[in-house]
């Protein structure tokens, strides 16, 4: 077997693009124990993602989790999945197809867009090859995580690093690190609050809820929690809220090592005992909804919440398919495209 992939010859004179990747985290291909068990080995057999010494997280992973957890999280996938298939993977296609649409008003040059996602399909290599098919010499990869944590944004720049090891020509690659800070993207989060509140009324409290990571990854200088923690507080200085009007919490721990703190599940069992009238949840870091968003928040989190004796619970929609989400990311890929692209 070869070790480079085989490539078509580049004709003398074919002019270039320059390529957009798109990458989230992905998703199983269906809601079920068959689909979700290859899915969950590959997340759970990536290093950036769990660091425990490979021999015994092997037989952990193998002996234990893969065959208890594919049919609980088959069941969970069931109650959020589409007909188009697992709201992650809708979100991210019709995110790339306006993505492109939008940036026709603003790029003169030719370029292309794909999405890839770092587990299961379409995967991150095949949406490289699909740029290079389309004779695409430069890429940018804009992985859609807000904030920088090495079990999400690097690992899906791993997944770039071992395509490209593989592949004879390879093109210019820059990478969007981050965009916690971006001003589009603090305002598109503002205006996605502001018109849930201007329809339904305004919280008691507004909690802003980021995925968690173990808190020794941050010990050992990941800036995941710093940039989440600074994305909260900018987002409620733009929306004019004091400290008493939100609180930052994170969500989905795994396993029984410590992760960041708050925690939101105990959080929301609190807020109902304390007899909130009200909770609105947004999830920042989030580009789009996902299992993360629809069912652990906004189906088990609101019943914890209400079984406790909390009022009203409502989910913030991720930014999805948001016309000021769409304008920030043109903003955010334009800044990063200076020198490569020719705007109108």
């Not at 069941?75 to 306006?98: C, N």
């Not at 090495?150 to 004879?168: E, F, G, Q, Y």
């Amino acid at each position: 077997m070869a070790y480079y992939k085989k490539e078509s010859p580049v004709t003398p004179g074919q002019p270039a693009r320059t390529g957009i990747l798109l990458i989230n985290l992905g998703t199983p291909d269906a809601p079920t124990g068959q689909a979700l068990r290859p899915y969950l080995k590959q997340f759970l057999s990536d290093r950036r993602v769990v660091e425990i010494p490979r021999a015994i997280w092997w037989l952990i992973l193998n002996g234990i989790i893969l065959n208890i957890r594919p049919k609980k999280s088959a069941e969970k996938y069931a109650q959020i999945w589409t007909d188009e298939g697992s709201p992650l993977f809708v979100h991210t296609r019709k995110q790339a197809k306006l993505l492109e649409g939008f940036l026709s008003t603003k790029i003169e040059s030719p370029y292309a867009v794909e999405y890839g996602m770092r587990y299961g399909n379409p995967s991150v290599e095949s949406a490289i090859e699909k740029l290079k098919a389309k004779n695409c010499n430069k890429i940018l990869v804009f992985p859609l995580y807000p904030q920088y944590a090495a079990s999400s944004s690097a690992s899906a720049m791993d997944a770039v690093w071992h395509t490209l090891h593989h592949t004879r020509n390879v093109p210019a690659i820059r990478v969007i690190r981050d965009y916690h800070t971006h001003p589009a993207y603090i305002e598109a989060l503002a205006q996605s609050v502001r018109a849930y509140w201007s329809e339904n009324g305004r919280p008691d409290k507004l909690i802003m809820s980021f995925h968690g990571v173990p808190r020794y990854t941050i010990d050992k200088g990941d800036t995941y929690y710093s940039e989440c923690q600074t994305t909260g507080k900018l987002l409620a200085q733009t929306l004019g809220l004091s400290e008493e009007q939100f609180v930052i919490a994170f969500q989905s721990r795994f396993g029984k090592a410590e992760w960041l703190k708050p925690y939101l599940a105990p959080m929301l069992i609190e807020l109902g005992k304390k007899k909130l009238k009200r909770i609105d949840v947004i999830c920042p870091g989030f580009s789009g909804d996902c299992l993360e968003t629809l069912e652990e928040i906004a189906m088990e989190g609101k019943a914890s919440f209400i079984q406790s004796g909390g009022g009203e619970f409502n989910y913030i929609p991720a930014l999805n398919e948001r016309d000021s989400w769409i304008d920030a990311m043109c903003d955010i890929a334009l800044e990063n495209l200076q020198g490569w692209v020719t705007k109108k």
